[in-house]
């Protein structure tokens, strides 16, 4: 009977090892590699026969040879030590905490139902990590070496327990060792923490200055627009001039008179339609900035919107990030003319000036008598558009936070939304 509750224990014990083995190679799609297979079944019976010797130090071991194959196939130390440890970390952990609950639950599980509870555990773990985890932490190298570090560091202390509860003769040095790794773990997760923020920043940046670069072709593939229709009809005034010269020569003044009525006058729309009155924004030197106010109230314009901008005297540099005001001034500009297709003669007016060294950009934009209240149109996901997520004035109270030397004033006054953006301190 003993001998069959030996063997029965060494049979799950393989077979819970095994999934360790089948669960990395799922993470990494080795389930079909035959020498994954065979190295993973010489590797469970060797680990079998060293722990009776050696103990603990067989699963270190273990990990060093699951680390050293996954290096073998992929040739990169970063994943090389991240998914076997992730694997084993979550193997350690998982059958931990069901020995832990076990105890203050006062279950009696038998060995065989342990077994097959964990390994159940530890592919579902498995299977949310390869889904919904890893494929965010391995697209980008840093996040990969960041968690490969946390996993390593984290096994290593979990060893360093092990032995010391194991092994007395080394007690006291695995002691000095571990308050060392225990340091040396909190140095390196305030690191982390550091370079990960660094990274997020980083991030956002990037993102802003895309969305800035998509507003600069957006501008610009106006501006190329508005030249080919000035090239089209340059093209048709060459005729024009032609056909009043043919009746010129024919001295058809009555033809000349009536074809000057009907079809040379209505060309005079071509230069009063979308003729936007912003002269003034020569005076804004700022060239991202320039861009997106442009391209926005050319939107605008196109839509039949009243477009003012009055830039009394010359800007040439703002202390703020421009990506940052280039988002802003987006978002506002983008809220105006949403609620000018709301009305049927809508009319945006921009002012930009300086003064006492600090630069106000005043937006005025008629509104609906029923527009929402404020605080109801700042509520996350708050829209008056389907298929918007409303996130615009939420978003643009979050960058004014994140800047100590920006303020913003919105109001509402007859049928005008009115939104200042005060920036302090002029560089230069």
């Not at 040379?264 to 009063?272: G, L, N, R, V, Y």
């Not at 300086?354 to 404020?374: A, G, H, T, W, Y």
């Not at 030397?405 to 939104?419: A, G, S």
């Amino acid at each position: 009977m003993k001998l069959n509750e030996e063997s029965l224990f060494i049979l799950i014990w393989i077979g819970q090892l095994y999934t360790v083995f089948m669960a990395l190679g799922y993470l990494r799609n080795l389930l079909s590699n035959k020498k994954f297979q065979l190295f993973s079944f010489v590797s469970v019976i060797a680990y079998i026969a060293l722990y009776q010797w050696i103990n603990i130090i067989a699963t270190v071991i273990l990990w060093a040879g699951l680390c050293l194959s996954i290096y073998i196939i992929d040739r990169n130390i970063d994943i090389a030590i991240f998914y076997p440890s992730i694997i084993l970390f979550f193997y350690i952990f998982i059958d931990g905490t069901a020995k832990y609950l076990y105890k203050i639950l006062g279950w009696d599980i038998s060995d065989f139902l342990t077994a097959v509870l964990g390994t159940g555990c530890l592919w579902i773990v498995t299977v949310f990590l390869k889904k919904m985890v890893i494929p965010k932490i391995i697209r980008d190298k840093t996040t990969l070496k960041i968690a490969a570090i946390v996993v390593f560091f984290t096994i290593i202390v979990y060893f360093i327990n092990i032995c010391s509860d194991r092994f007395s003769v080394l007690a006291r040095f695995l002691v000095i060792s571990n308050e060392l790794f225990t340091v040396l773990y909190g140095v390196m997760s305030t690191i982390i923490y550091c370079v990960l923020l660094f990274i997020k920043k980083k991030e956002f940046e990037t993102r802003e200055q895309q969305k800035e670069m998509r507003h600069l072709i957006e501008y610009s593939e106006q501006i190329e627009n508005n030249y080919l229709a000035l090239r089209k009809f340059k093209h048709d005034y060459k005729n024009i001039l032609f056909s009043i010269e043919d009746y010129i020569q024919t001295k058809d003044i009555e033809g000349l008179q009536k074809y000057f009525y009907q079809s040379i006058k209505a060309t005079e729309t071509i230069f009063e339609e979308n003729n936007l009155p912003i002269a003034s924004i020569s005076n804004l030197k700022i060239r991202e900035i320039k861009s997106i106010i442009l391209s926005k109230l050319y939107v605008a314009s196109q839509k039949g919107v009243e477009v003012n901008v009055m830039i009394p005297t010359p800007i040439t540099d703002i202390a703020i990030s421009t990506v940052t005001l280039v988002r802003m001034l987006g978002i506002i500009l983008d809220n105006a003319i949403e609620e000018s297709d709301f009305l049927e003669k809508g009319k945006i007016e921009l002012t930009i000036m300086e003064e006492d060294k600090n630069c106000f950009f005043v937006l005025m934009n008629q509104c609906r008598s029923s527009i929402p209240k404020l605080h109801e149109l700042k509520k996350v996901n708050f829209t008056t558009k389907k298929g918007n997520q409303g996130l615009g004035l939420t978003n643009l109270d979050e960058l004014v936070h994140l800047n100590e030397n920006v303020f913003l004033e919105t109001k509402i006054e007859n049928n005008r939304f009115i939104q200042i953006i005060t920036i302090s301190g002029m560089r230069g």
